[in-house]
């Protein structure tokens, strides 16, 4: 099988080298990631000026491209332009941080990678590592769940296409999760906090987020709560965001 690996991290993140770790050995594999950081962006792309592609040699996964643009303009470059046989499956990750819930999942630039590959006929694996501030990911771990996982979503049905966001929970080193749930993601709001410098409000003022990701809604059932329970969190994503029961409902309008 031939795998495309991509990230919001960058090429030089762990959990991308992590990836190929659990993919390398078993799959052909190409690497197409952003030259830098890119989370948060969505499904952001570039449409107008350059996009600069460099062929790198990285230490632990040989050849890759680094492009300078989002997460998206790297599978649209690799099925285009990058890749020298048809792609059978996008990974994007292993993300530094889980992308749990349908906030995150609509901001995230991993899993914008992974709908992207839907998008154009592709199945797509988001995957994405949830971990508490002050704690090192245990990037090992993270391989070895990879490696597990991945063949068993890999062999799902066939020349259907699929999109799957995966997240791993928040442990300590040397621990393992308590199991794995097929969840619907959440659909609790993110804690909205805000603090605020003392300027004037009719003038200008400067905010910034100040929500704890720990303090948010736990709905059980979710993938929030799966994650927050120590388990392998594993959600189906739809590639159509139509909201199909109201086309019939019988909403008349006129201009």
């Known amino acids: 099988m031939h795998i495309l690996l991509t990230n919001d991290d960058g090429i030089d993140a762990a959990g991308l080298t992590a990836l190929h770790g659990a993919v390398g050995p078993a799959h052909r594999v190409t690497v197409v990631a952003p030259s830098g950081e890119r989370s948060v962006c969505s499904h952001a792309s570039t449409l107008d000026g350059n996009l600069t592609v460099r062929r790198l040699q990285h230490e632990a996964m040989g050849s890759v491209y680094a ?3 989002t997460p998206v ?4 470059l690799a099925v ?6 048809p792609i059978d499956c996008v990974i994007a990750g292993i993300n530094r941080g889980a ?3 349908i906030v995150d999942v609509s901001q995230s630039g991993t899993v914008a990678a992974a709908r992207e590959a839907g998008f154009c006929g592709i199945p797509g694996i988001a995957i994405s590592q949830s971990f508490r501030k002050g704690e090192e990911v245990d990037w090992d771990r993270a391989t070895k769940l990879s490696a597990l996982l991945l063949p068993q979503l890999l062999s799902d049905d066939a020349g ?5 966001s995966v ?3 928040a442990m300590s080193a040397g621990e ?10 959440a659909t609790d709001q993110i804690p909205l906090v805000f603090g605020s410098d003392d300027h004037p409000l009719d003038e200008q003022r400067a905010y910034h987020y100040l929500g704890v990701y720990e303090s948010r809604t736990i709905t059980p059932g979710t993938d929030v709560a799966a994650v927050f329970g120590n388990e392998v969190a594993v959600t189906p994503l739809g590639i159509d965001p139509t909201d199909f029961p109201a086309l019939t409902a019988g909403l008349t309008l006129r201009i």
């Not at 303009?73 to 649209?76: G, I, K, L, N, T």
């Not at 285009?80 to 046989?85: I, M």
């Not at 259907?160 to 799957?164: E, Q, T």
């Open 67 to 69: 492009v300078d643009g």
């Open 73 to 76: 303009d790297c599978v649209r």
């Open 80 to 85: 285009a332009e990058l890749a020298d046989e």
């Open 99 to 101: 992308n749990v819930s």
């Open 160 to 164: 259907v296409v699929r999109v799957w």
């Open 167 to 169: 997240n791993y929970p």
């Open 176 to 185: 393992m999760p308590v199991g794995v749930r097929i969840v619907p993601l």
